[in-house]
């Protein structure tokens, strides 16, 4: 069966950094569009990153644009979210997602706090 799972969250200090990692299963991993999301408490789900099953290209929203860079291995069938310069705004659980054709699937989500 589809398995996505995250790793890779935890505390950390403003301005720090984090890796996210997203192994993934049950899928063809090179087909499929994969992105990331977070959600705070008490609001809605937010897209910040996804790269594309061609050509690796990448989109994120100005909120982490120049902090936030994904990246996969299809090797691996694992997406990254490398998390830079963090701000307590970034707070969040954060799921990956991956999207081919019909199917979309989630992982379970990891948490992210940024606090000092």
């Known amino acids: 069966q589809v398995q996505l799972v995250e790793s890779g969250g935890g505390l950390v200090q403003p301005g720090g950094s984090l890796r996210l990692s997203c192994a993934a299963s049950g899928f063809t991993f090179r087909s499929a569009v994969m992105s990331w999301y977070r959600q705070a408490p008490g609001k809605a789900r937010e897209l910040v990153a996804l790269?594309?099953?061609?050509?690796?290209?990448?989109n994120y929203p100005d909120s982490v644009k120049g902090r936030f860079f994904i990246s996969r291995d299809n090797a691996k069938s694992t997406v990254y979210l490398q998390m830079n310069s963090l701000k307590p705004e970034d707070t969040a659980v954060y799921y990956c997602k991956a999207a081919s054709g019909v199917f979309a699937y989630w992982g379970q989500g990891t948490q992210v706090t940024v606090s000092s």
């Open positions: 790269i594309t099953s061609i050509g690796g290209g990448t």
